[in-house]
């Protein structure tokens, strides 16, 4: 028997062990888990060097059905500085505004983006040893890589 609330603490603290090889130049990303445990939420996400030093994403995914399903693509924070990173980002993914959002994912909350990316084809998460299977990590890891394209 597992317990959700361990995986979701495990996955966070892997997450920010992860987040600190980017920390420094005023940057310190943080990842966390929301009040409920509903969500996991990243501040100041990383972005490879091609983007500006001064961009930012802050990252939110609805961990509901977590860890039987994959979340159903990522929540980005929009503010008034990242309009030309979101606009380039739109280049890459499937990104909408206005509380749209598809494959059965929540809407996104007021000033949140919602980016179709994702284990959409089969999540295949190993309980008894959770970082040999897919998790949260692995996902951030990869859409860090896409962002590298």
């Given at each position: 028997m597992?317990?959700?609330?361990?995986l979701?603490?495990?996955e966070?603290?892997e997450?920010n062990?992860w987040?600190t090889?980017?920390?420094?130049?005023?940057l310190?990303?943080q990842a966390?888990?929301?009040?409920?445990?509903?969500t996991?939420?990243?501040?100041?996400?990383p972005?490879?060097d091609k983007?500006a030093?001064?961009d930012?994403?802050?990252l939110?995914f609805?961990?509901?059905?977590?860890?039987?399903?994959?979340p159903?693509?990522?929540?980005?924070?929009?503010?008034s500085?990242?309009q030309?990173?979101?606009?380039h980002?739109?280049?890459?993914f499937?990104?909408?505004?206005?509380?749209v959002s598809f494959?059965?994912?929540?809407?996104?909350?007021?000033?949140?983006?919602?980016?179709c990316y994702?284990?959409?084809d089969?999540?295949?998460?190993?309980?008894?040893h959770?970082?040999?299977?897919d998790?949260?990590?692995?996902?951030?890891?990869?859409?860090?890589?896409?962002?590298?394209?």
């Amino acid at each position: 028997m597992y317990i959700t609330a361990d995986l979701l603490r495990w996955e966070a603290a892997e997450i920010n062990r992860w987040l600190t090889c980017f920390s420094g130049n005023k940057l310190y990303p943080q990842a966390g888990l929301g009040e409920h445990g509903g969500t996991l939420w990243v501040v100041d996400f990383p972005l490879p060097d091609k983007y500006a030093p001064e961009d930012r994403l802050d990252l939110l995914f609805d961990i509901h059905e977590y860890p039987d399903n994959s979340p159903r693509g990522i929540f980005l924070k929009e503010s008034s500085t990242n309009q030309t990173l979101l606009s380039h980002l739109q280049s890459k993914f499937n990104v909408f505004a206005g509380g749209v959002s598809f494959h059965n994912a929540p809407k996104p909350p007021p000033g949140w983006l919602w980016v179709c990316y994702g284990h959409l084809d089969g999540w295949r998460y190993n309980i008894q040893h959770p970082n040999r299977g897919d998790n949260m990590l692995k996902l951030l890891q990869s859409f860090w890589r896409v962002l590298e394209e």
